[in-house]
C-alpha cells in the first residue's frame, strides 16, 4: 500500500516568510510524528499527535513552530518567519498505534531558508 | 553527555568482509532499541528491532548489553549496497519518542 508522503519535497524561502510543510500518513495509522534532521546528525523530534490532539509538542524549538492534525490523518507543520537556522529536512513519520509500535517515514521535505 | 552515541565513521571496508559497530545510551530504564538504515538524502528505514537475546535476520545480527548499556549491529559478508548511514534509535521508558543517534557512516569498497 501507499506509505507516507510530504510535500513539497524541496522548498526555498527567504528568511522571514511563512511555510506550510504537508504530511499524509499510512492510511489507518494513528499516530503521527514530526522530526527535524540536520546534516550529519539524527533526527529530532518535534511533535507527535495520537489522532487528532498533539499528545507531545515538547520538541517544537519555539512559537514559530505550529502543527495540526485536525481530521486525524493529514498533518500539517507551520513555521513563522523563518530563519536560517531552520534550514534541515523534516521527516514525518507514522504508525498503527502510539508506543513502541514500529514508525514509517516518509521521503521528508528539504527546507532550506535564504 | 549526549542520550545516544554512536561513532560517526566513515568506516571503510572491503566488500565481502564482517564490520561491527556500536552505539551506547545513557538511560538505563530504555525499553526498545532499533537500528535504522538511511541512504544518502532517503528517509531512514527500519532495519531490525533488537532483543534482549540478541536477533539475526541474514547476514545482520543485534545485540543489546544492558549492562554495559550499549547495542551492536554486526554485518557479515558486506556488500556494496549496504554502504549506507546506520542509525541507533532507543525508546526510553515505555513512551513513544524515540532518541536517535546521529548514526555511523559505512563505506563498502570493491
Known amino acids: 500500500g501507499a506509505g507516507v508522503s510530504q510535500t513539497p519535497s524541496n522548498k526555498v524561502t527567504e528568511k522571514g516568510k511563512y511555510v506550510e510543510l504537508r504530511c499524509d500518513p499510512i492510511s489507518g495509522h494513528t499516530a503521527l510524528y514530526w522530526y527535524r534532521q540536520s546534516l550529519g546528525q539524527g533526527p529530532e523530534f518535534l511533535i507527535y499527535f495520537q489522532g487528532t490532539g498533539a499528545a507531545d509538542d515538547s520538541g517544537l524549538p519555539n512559537d514559530r513552530f505550529f502543527a495540526v492534525r485536525p481530521e486525524g490523518s493529514v498533518s500539517t507543520l507551520k513555521i513563522q518567519r523563518t530563519e536560517r537556522g531552520d534550514s534541515a529536512v523534516y521527516l514525518c513519520a507514522s504508525s498503527l498505534w502510539a508506543g513502541t509500535d514500529t514508525q514509517y517515514f516518509g521521503p521528508g521535505t528539504r527546507l532550506t531558508v535564504l | 553527555r549526549k542520550e545516544v552515541e554512536q561513532d560517526p565513521g566513515p568506516f571503510n571496508v572491503p566488500e565481502g568482509a564482517t564490520v561491527a559497530f556500536n552505539c551506547t545510551y545513557s538511560n538505563s530504564a530504555s525499553q526498545s532499541f532499533f537500528w535504522y538504515r538511511q541512504d544518502c538524502r532517503k528517509e531512514p528505514k527500519l532495519l531490525m528491532s533488537?532483543?534482549?537475546?540478541?536477533n539475526e535476520d541474514g547476514r545482520f545480527t543485534a545485540q543489546l548489553n544492558r549492562a554495559s548499556q550499549y547495542i551492536s549491529l554486526l554485518i557479515r559478508d558486506s556488500k556494496l549496497s549496504d554502504s549506507a548511514t546506520y542509525l541507533c534509535v532507543v525508546i526510553p521508558d515505555s513512551n513513544y519518542q524515540l532518541i536517535w543517534g546521529a548514526g555511523t557512516k559505512l563505506i563498502i569498497k570493491p
Open positions: 533488537v532483543y534482549s537475546s540478541g
